[in-house]
């Protein structure tokens, strides 16, 4: 074969396929026509099989316009195949009623978790008024949730009956309460501070209608020069306020916490009778909503702040307590038995 001979055939096999591949009427034949073309014994691999006898020089010529041919053959056969895949999918469609234009199907939006509402507008209020967010691990060592916080090995709070402990052979605990928070951060910053931590806490209690082993609370801290009892009560009444309205009023009640001096409880006065006495406050016109106080020196000390320079309050809410009475829940198992027919109400 000469040169010449190989270009004429390289166009006799071009325009033999091109037309045979235009003429075909299934994807079927399109493919059979592949393996005609390029196949291992089809024309072009055979039309190649010719080039050992040609000289570099003439290899140097027919071996781009061998694939210039193979690549032209394949853009047509592909292109055959798209226009039989495109009209098989079109005669499906073809085959239903469609309607492009009809609107789709709903898809049913899921809220917030009630807990979820009431921390979010919690930790909404606390931070317009000051309070940066803060957080501490659930699996706490003593030291944290106990020792630095002033309270003592003796007190019953550090005992298995009310803390779960992790492992006995390690000083480690679920933490009870969101004050691990408070040693936690005042170890690494100096003051003034102003922090709130939200979480969730564990109490060796089983389940009632009142009682959780698993809940949430969030820690108040703040720690400044000339911090006092005042600043408490003052922004705790702006806390009450924001959350259930301008009347709402506070009154503290002597209490008792290893990490406050003095130590208060804090109560509400209750905002479905305005003081009165309803079901709700069991007739107390007041209910009592968290523990709060000034922070004990010693903690301070031990946290490595001096109690002579600054000083600070303190206080823990339970999340689950104000949640019920925003929207008079009357049992706790409530938010964690997941009945869609009561979460839906929120
Ligand atoms: N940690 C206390 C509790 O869980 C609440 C509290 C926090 C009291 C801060 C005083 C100061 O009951």
Redesign the pocket.
């Known amino acids: 074969m000469t040169i010449a001979e190989f270009k004429t055939a390289c166009s006799v096999i071009e325009q033999e396929y091109k037309n045979k591949i235009a003429a075909a009427t299934t994807s079927a034949e399109v493919e059979d026509l592949r393996v005609a073309a390029l196949g291992r014994k089809g024309a072009l691999t055979e039309l190649l099989k010719g080039l050992k006898d040609f000289s570099i020089e003439e290899k140097k010529e027919a071996g781009p316009l061998g694939n210039a041919l193979k690549a032209s053959l394949t853009a047509a056969l592909d292109e055959k195949t798209a226009f039989f895949a495109a009209q098989e999918i079109n005669n499906e469609l073809n085959k239903v009623d469609l309607d492009l234009t009809l609107p789709g199907y709903p898809v049913a939006k899921g809220h917030k978790h009630p807990l979820s509402v009431a921390q979010d507008r919690m930790t909404t209020i606390l931070a317009h008024l000051g309070f940066e967010w803060a957080e501490g691990p659930w699996v706490e060592d003593e030291k944290h949730n106990f020792d630095l916080l002033n309270v003592p090995q003796h007190h019953p709070a550090r005992d298995a009956q009310d803390t779960f402990f992790v492992d006995t052979k390690m000083p480690l605990v679920l933490r009870?309460?969101t004050?691990n928070v408070q040693s936690r951060y005042m170890e690494k910053h100096k003051p003034p501070l102003r922090i709130m931590a939200p979480g969730r806490v564990f109490r060796n209690d089983s389940l009632d209608a009142t009682h959780s082993p698993v809940f949430h609370?969030i820690?108040g801290l703040y720690v400044d020069k000339n911090v006092s009892l005042a600043d408490l009560k003052s922004d705790l009444t702006a806390f009450m306020k924001g959350l259930f309205g301008n009347k709402a009023e506070i009154r503290f009640r002597p209490s008792f916490?290893p990490?406050?001096e003095p130590?208060v409880e804090v109560d509400v006065k209750c905002v479905f009778c305005q003081g009165k006495g309803c079901n709700v406050c069991k007739g107390n016109g007041w209910i009592e909503m968290?523990?709060?106080?000034v922070v004990h020196p010693n903690v301070l000390k031990n946290c490595g702040i001096d109690p002579n320079e600054f000083s600070g309050y303190?206080?823990?809410m339970g999340v689950e307590r104000l949640a019920m009475m925003m929207l008079n829940i009357k049992d706790i198992r409530a938010f964690y038995e997941n009945d869609v027919r009561l979460l839906k109400q929120f």
Not at 290 to 293: E, K, R
């Open positions: 009870s309460h004050s609370q820690e916490f990490f406050t130590s968290l523990g709060a106080g303190a206080f823990g």
